[in-house]
C-alpha cells in the first residue's frame, strides 16, 4: 500500500499570503496524483489532478507541481473561500490512497 | 449537470447489514468507473472499493474485503454497496464518487454521502 503523508497538518496563514501544502509519497506514483478540498459539512472538491491540472472552474491561484514521490499545491493568494482542509489522493496502484490531510485556517 | 445521490445509510447494530445506493444522472453512467469512500465524523478520507464501467471488474479496501460487496445496474444508472457483517469502525459517511475513465481515474464528482452509524 502507497502511504502518502502530507504536511503540514495545520498551516495557518491570513488572506492575500501564499500557501505551500507538501505531499509525499511511500514510493513513486509517477502523476497519478490528485489534489481535493473540504469544507464543512461538505463533500471533496476536485482541485488538481495528474499532479498539475487543475479541474474545470477552478481558479488560477491554485496549482499543483511535482512527480514521483513529491508533490506541492500552492496557493498564490489566499481568498477567505480557500480555509479548509486539503487531501491528496493516489491512483497509481491499487488501494487508492489518501493523505491525512492539511488544515488551512486563519 | 453531473449529480450523484446517496441513499440507504441509517443506524444498525454490530453484525448486521446495510445496502447502500447512488443514483446517477447527467452523464452515461456505463462509461465511467464508480467508487465509495468513507469519511469517519471528524477524520480523514478512505478509500472503500471500486467498480469499472462494465461491471466486469471489482476492487476493495482490505479492511473491507470479503465483507462488503460492490455492484452496479448499468439499465438504471444505480451503484450498489452491499455492508455485512458490520463492525463499529464501519461507522463513517459514505461518498459515492465518479471515475474519470471506464476502468478507474481519479474521482472528478461526489455525491453528498449517507451516513451508517454501527452501534448496540
Known amino acids: 500500500e502507497i502511504v502518502l503523508t502530507q504536511s503540514p497538518a495545520t498551516l495557518s496563514l491570513s488572506p492575500g499570503e501564499r500557501a505551500t501544502l507538501s505531499c509525499r509519497a511511500s514510493?513513486?506514483?509517477?502523476?497519478?496524483l490528485a489534489w481535493y478540498q473540504q469544507k464543512p459539512g461538505q463533500a471533496p472538491r476536485l482541485l488538481i489532478y495528474?499532479?498539475?491540472d487543475r479541474a474545470t472552474d477552478i481558479p488560477a491561484r491554485f496549482s499543483g507541481s511535482g512527480s514521483g514521490t513529491d508533490f506541492t499545491l500552492t496557493i498564490s493568494s489566499l481568498e477567505p473561500e480557500d480555509f479548509a482542509v486539503y487531501y491528496c489522493?493516489?491512483?497509481?496502484?491499487?488501494?487508492?490512497?489518501f493523505g491525512q490531510g492539511t488544515r488551512l485556517e486563519i | 449537470e453531473v449529480q450523484l445521490v446517496e441513499s440507504g445509510g441509517g443506524l444498525v447494530q454490530p453484525g448486521e447489514s446495510l445496502r447502500l445506493s447512488c443514483v446517477a444522472s447527467?452523464?452515461?453512467?456505463?462509461?465511467?468507473?464508480m467508487n465509495w469512500v468513507r469519511q469517519t465524523p471528524g477524520k480523514g478520507l478512505e478509500w472503500v472499493s471500486a467498480?469499472?464501467?462494465?461491471?466486469?471488474?471489482?476492487h476493495y479496501a482490505d479492511s473491507v474485503r470479503g465483507r462488503f460487496s460492490l455492484s452496479r445496474d448499468n439499465s438504471k444508472n444505480t451503484l450498489y454497496l452491499q455492508l455485512n457483517s458490520l463492525r463499529a469502525a464501519d461507522t463513517a459517511i459514505y461518498y459515492c464518487?465518479?471515475?474519470?475513465?471506464?476502468?478507474?481515474?481519479?474521482?472528478?464528482?461526489w455525491g453528498q454521502g449517507t451516513l451508517v452509524t454501527v452501534s448496540s
Open positions: 447527467g452523464f452515461t453512467f456505463s462509461s465511467f468507473a
Open positions: 514510493q513513486s506514483v509517477s502523476s497519478y
Open positions: 489522493l493516489q491512483r497509481s496502484s491499487w488501494p487508492i490512497t
Open positions: 464518487a465518479k471515475g474519470t475513465y471506464i476502468n478507474g481515474g481519479h474521482f472528478d464528482y
Open positions: 467498480i469499472t464501467g462494465s461491471g466486469d471488474s471489482t
Open positions: 495528474d499532479a498539475s
